[in-house]
């Protein structure tokens, strides 16, 4: 089973000692690509036990290219793309892998996610499932066959939104996703990242940029809903400064920048003949 199932994960401002969750996979191939500038392999090296493969970039790429790029270099027939902060036991993990049979058309299988520290190490003896039009993408088992059918992420995203287009995709074609019910994770939310400014300010950036891009793609993308919110944030500005709010200001800047990215897009892409 071991030998059907490889890792991969994109690191994005990841503290190096934040790393060590990922020794839960140390008997599985694991596949990183680390958006920092510098090489960081040999001190990655120092925290993982087991073998891996890193790669990295020397500008950011974003979460959908850099996912891509791991996928292209996956030889098993399974891949479990997973974030950093995410904790999973070999139970939940063999529960997925095996999930992945019960029917012809899984392309997806997802976890049960839980708020506290505790694992069902028992195993049952079939898997329990549900069919799922939408399930957590932080952590997914994925048949590389049928991801080559569809593609995974697209490109034009950079860091949100990708994963509700991906499950768009998938609800139109014949492929099915399953969440397993005996299969468990933990996931400490955002302890995977470094909070600084600047990285709240890609990420929100990033975050609008990818909501207004998803309502194009989509063909749910309304000029007015742009403006206004435009004028909103640069109303908002000096509001926000009066009263000292650093964290409103960043979100209104960030907002605009995020539709200014929008906007170059637009005038970069033939997609702009959709508005």
Known sequence: MKSDLSIIITLFKTPIDKLETLNQYKNYPILIFDQETENNSENISKILTGKFEYFHSKKNIGLCKSTNFLISKVKTKYFLFTQADIQINETSINNLVESMSLRDDVIFSGPVFKSNDSFDEKKKLSIDYEIKSQIDA??????????????FFDEDYFL???????????NKSNFKM???LNSFVIHNAGKSTADTVKVKFIR????????????????????????????????????NLISLNKSKIIENISQILGILKFIKYIFLHKNSKNI
Do not use: A, T
């Open 138 to 151: 932080s952590i997914m088992i994925c048949d590389l066959d049928k991801v080559k059918q569809i593609s």
């Open 204 to 239: 929100r950036i990033n975050f609008k940029y990818g909501e207004l891009l998803f309502d194009l793609k989509h063909k749910n993308i309304r000029i007015i809903k742009i403006l206004r919110q435009i004028l909103q944030n640069i109303v908002f500005i000096p509001l």
């Open 178 to 180: 399953l969440k397993i």
């Open 160 to 170: 949100y939104w990708e994963d509700k287009d991906l499950m768009e995709r998938v």
